[in-house]
């Protein structure tokens, strides 16, 4: 999980909500094993090697559960 | 190594430990968006004061979001917002709210405002229903469509909200939608930035009132949906208005200048004590 | 000076700097004389698009820390209640003067009828208290809305001004004190660089400091029932009991402070109680009884809200018939009689027509029907 955190007691599940899964370009999300204690299942990133840190499960994810962590010597903030 | 931590945490209010949407909720998106655009631009929320009607949009900023905010009572926010901006000029005025909100109990103070160009930002999440209530059909909702009201299917046509702000003066308009998140943030950076009235119409994703209740879908079909349906501004302006139909036209669809009402009262304000303006 | 003009002196004169409000007869001086005035004492006036839009945006202002204020007749007061519920609610201070007219509906524009008077204390939905004032002549018009300004700002709530056609184009002398002699109150606000987290700017039956935007309290004001610290709460049956107990209590406890009524009963049998234009009449009549020797004397309510039992009731106790004149068909008969029925007994006298002040000579007929 070195590029990626994720926050699993924000999220809402890869069942019903599952934007994550559906946004990842390579298709790295899958479901966890296990559910949170408000009863959702989180993503579990499976090949954390693939990821390109670009940033769409950050962006996409309504509850602000997936950071990503930022690219090294990438440009810091856009005006 | 440094724990990762998401760049916008530090702006949801501390007591606040989850949002309130539903799963898959496209406000959520757009919050984000919203948040982001702010970072990026340099602000911070004490830049700002948010105001916001009754809705699942209402609850973007309020309590999610550790900043100035008044949630104020169904279709009005609009209004409240312009004494706030008449109070505390130097700070951004953001309203967001619903389609139903701001169209239909909410029009008037929407047209009105965009008329008089007062400086503010409004974010329209039009997810086309009345989510928070259970369902009904709202003025966006499309014709037929079978909802909590109208089970036989809509009678009305739907408003183009983004058609009748600009009809009805305002200078900086745009319309994307949850699958647009980075646009989205790009165009609410520049319409913060915006010297006038500015609106941004998001089309979001309802995944229960909507998606599920109507039979549209869930999240992610909505979603992918979006991507299919929408066409940028360059491309519908070369096709015929037939062709146009059932597509999302996505993109900045004004920006141009106008008096700015601050800055006319300003102008009056010489005027009442004999100044030459 | 015309009431209505004297009306927007008193504004002014209490520090108002931003006015909103709509056209409508007979309350539209009130918006001429302030859009002419404000903006040269560094304040505006705005017409809206409509009376809800109106009180909206003077809640708006004031949350930035201005004084404001709006003016309008019972239609607008009307489409302006759910707005008003809002301001009780979330503690906005702001004042409302409403100049009544011939009612219902569309009703008769430039009738001084007072219709709306229990329209400020149950026109909005739910439990609440309010507070108004009833001049009864220009110089209560200045007087009363400067009030007005100071009890909002001291207790957080709308202030009604509850005049009337006959009182808001009525042209008497008003005198006007020199600006450093009139006192004004300011509301409290929390200190300025306190953790926010920290602040409770909501429900205290003593007032909280009001949170004002732009000094980074990070407010969250919401018309939905909250705590406190403004926290939303929606499930908890206790949090909406205290919410509307507080915010009534808040205006309950303060009675003492806040009820104003003009008792002149001495030795009186029967007791004339009235307000606004027809306590010009019940003055007038109590005069001539009395030079005809009979015990006849007045209770003018000066604030009819909150209501002013424990003051009708006193001079109930001292009377033995007490004649109610309301320029309507009873608004707050039956609260009045409601507190002095324990003590004497009560009658109820509209004018000849409902829009006429009532005449003195017919309020002197049942004076002596009543004596008999």
């Avoid at chain 2, 550790?66 to 130097?90: N, Q, S, Y």
């Avoid at chain 3, 109150?185 to 205290?204: E, N, S, T, Y």
């Avoid at chain 3, 969250?220 to 929606?234: A, F, I, Q």
Wanted: proline residues 6%.
């Amino acid at each position: 999980m070195a590029g990626i955190r994720l926050y699993e007691e924000l999220c809402k599940g890869v069942e019903e909500c599952g934007i994550c899964v559906e946004m990842c370009p390579k298709k790295l999300f899958k479901p966890s094993g296990n559910l949170n204690r408000k009863g959702y299942r989180p993503p579990r990133l499976t090949d954390v090697a693939a990821c390109t840190q670009c940033e769409n499960c950050m962006i996409f994810c309504p509850d602000l559960a997936i950071a990503v962590a930022e690219k090294r010597g990438r440009r810091k903030v856009k005006r | 190594m440094t724990e990762i931590v998401h760049p916008l945490h530090r702006f949801i209010r501390p007591h606040v430990t989850s949002t309130t949407n539903c799963p898959g909720c496209g406000n959520g998106i757009a919050a984000q968006a919203i948040l982001r655009a702010i970072d990026e631009l340099g602000m911070t929320l004490d830049d700002f004061v948010f105001v916001t009607g009754i809705g699942c949009s209402a609850w973007i900023p309020s309590p999610f979001f550790d900043v100035d905010v008044l949630h104020t009572t169904h279709g009005r926010p609009i209004a409240f917002a312009l004494g706030i901006k008449m109070g505390l000029p130097e700070k951004k005025v953001v309203v967001t709210s619903g389609d139903g909100d701001l169209a239909a109990i909410g029009g008037n103070h929407l047209i009105h405002n965009a008329r008089r160009n007062i400086e503010m930002t409004v974010i329209c999440l039009n997810n086309r229903i009345y989510g928070m209530t259970g369902g009904q059909a709202a003025p966006t909702t499309p014709l037929g469509l079978k909802t909590a009201t109208t089970p036989y299917g809509t009678f009305e046509n739907p408003f183009d909200i983004s058609e009748l702000v600009i009809a009805a003066g305002a200078t900086f308009v745009a319309r994307w939608t949850t699958y647009h998140p980075r646009q989205l943030t790009a165009w609410i950076k520049k319409a913060i930035q915006k010297k006038g009235f500015s609106f941004i119409e998001v089309i979001t994703q309802c995944p229960v009132q909507y998606g599920r209740k109507t039979g549209s879908g869930s999240a992610v079909e909505m979603l992918r949906e979006y991507k299919e349906r929408s066409i940028s501004v360059k491309e519908a302006a070369g096709l015929p208005k037939e062709k146009i139909q059932g597509r999302i036209v996505v993109g900045e669809l004004v920006d141009k200048e106008a008096p700015e009402m601050l800055e006319e009262i300003n102008r009056m304000r010489k005027r009442a004590s004999g100044e030459k303006t | 000076m015309m009431g209505n003009t004297a009306c927007a002196e008193g504004a002014i004169a209490a520090g108002c700097e931003f006015a909103a409000g709509y056209p409508i007869t007979p309350a539209t001086e009130i918006a001429t004389r302030l859009a002419e005035r404000l903006p040269r004492v560094g304040g505006v006036f705005l017409q809206m698009e409509d009376e809800i839009s109106s009180i909206a945006a003077i809640i708006g202002a004031s949350w930035t820390g201005k004084k404001v204020m709006t003016a309008t007749s019972g239609p607008g007061i009307s489409l302006m209640l759910e707005n008003i519920g809002f301001a009780i609610g979330v503690e906005t201070p702001c004042v409302i003067v409403n100049v009544q007219r011939g009612a219902p509906t569309t009703g008769m524009p430039t009738a001084g009828v007072c219709g709306d008077m229990v329209q400020p204390r149950r026109g909005s939905h739910g439990d609440y208290e309010i507070i108004a004032l009833c001049p009864a002549s220009p110089q209560e018009m200045f007087e009363h809305t400067l009030l007005a300004f100071n009890f909002a700002e001291k207790y957080r709530t709308p202030v009604f001004v509850l005049s009337d056609a006959f009182v808001g184009h009525m042209r008497e002398e008003v005198l006007i004190p020199e600006p450093g002699k009139i006192p004004i109150a300011h509301r409290k606000i929390p200190a300025v660089g306190m953790d926010p987290q920290k602040v409770q700017g909501f429900l205290d039956e003593n007032v909280a400091p009001m949170p004002i935007f732009g000094k980074g309290f990070r407010s969250h004001v919401t018309s939905s029932c909250h705590d406190e610290y403004g926290k939303r709460n929606l499930s908890d049956l206790a949090a909406l009991d205290n919410f509307v107990r507080k915010l009534c209590n808040k205006i309950l406890s303060h009675k003492r402070d806040i009820v104003m009524v003009e008792g002149d009963y001495e030795g009186a049998e029967v007791v004339l109680v009235s307000y606004g234009a027809v306590s010009r009449a019940a003055r007038m009549a109590a005069d001539r009884a009395r030079e005809e020797g009979l015990p006849v004397g007045t209770l003018r309510l000066i604030t009819p809200w909150p209501f002013p039992g424990e003051e009708v009731g006193e001079m109930a106790k001292k009377a033995k018939k007490v004649i109610v004149l309301e320029n309507n068909l009873g608004q707050l008969y039956p609260f009045i009689k409601a507190e002095a029925a324990h003590y004497s007994e009560v009658f109820f006298l509209p004018p000849r027509v409902i829009g006429e002040i009532h005449d003195p000579e017919n309020i002197l007929k049942q004076i002596r029907e009543v004596l008999k």
